[in-house]
């Protein structure tokens, strides 16, 4: 099977995550296939990302979001993990300091926007002031904003209206902006909760407030829904990447990496003859 980006994409439409697939055939035979294939994607992110660094003029800035236990650090550690750490940064963002929400919802995360010619990540992101705090309102209740919004609509319709007017400014200056939703079944997160709690070196990874989270299953279900529908655009595309399969859902991730570097038809810089000529000079200098 071969992977093709758009079967992935969110139009700019309503969405039901209730169709659309938490697992699909899988794109590997074998696992030593998956391996190799992965492999093959790592190779190619490892020189897209060097030509993205010499050329220098577009940043990537890769957005992953998900229930909890869907795969979003390992999908960072192994699609990620052939990438000169010089050219790429991971951030990730948990819930704001004191001094975050002294500013407006945008400020922690734009600090760690990457620069042109470098890929930045990030662990859940901006989104999540769209998501967990739609959840939680009492989140929103301590940001301290002067007007409170009375409606709901009028609230997310405006935040969405702030990343969307961002997303597009950062994409008229080089940046190309790729967002991830690892799109995880209620089951599967049970499933793997129980790993956490039966494998002693996973224990680390399980907490009480998991378990907490999960109980709003369906109500962050609807904030997915309406936010991936208000803010997939043709610059800034939301996919739904099924990720019960955690192997096929790194394949379909580095090959929607690889496909958006593609796109941007990059070379390295052409050597002037002036510069060829100082080249030359070097050379001979070096020789003698």
Known sequence: MKIKSKDFRVREDAVD??????????????KPHYQEL????????SSQQQLLYASNRHSILLIFQAMDAAGKDGAIKHVMSGVNPQGCQVFSFKHPSAMELQHDFLWRTTRDLPERGRIGIFNRSYYEEVLIVRVHREIFLDEGLPDRPHQEKTLWRDRYRSILDLER???VNGARVVKFFLHLSKEEQRKRFLERIDQPEKNWKFSAADIEERKFWKQYMKAYEECLSATSTRDSPWYVV???DKQNARLIVSQIILDTLDELKMSYPETTEARRQELLKFRKELET
């Not at 992965?38 to 992110?45: E, F, G, I």
């Open 17 to 30: 995550l209730g169709k659309w697939p938490t697992r699909i055939d899988p794109v590997y035979k074998s």
């Open 38 to 45: 992965l492999a093959d994607h790592v190779a190619r992110l």
């Open 169 to 171: 400014h950062l994409h």
């Open 242 to 244: 099924p990720a019960d």
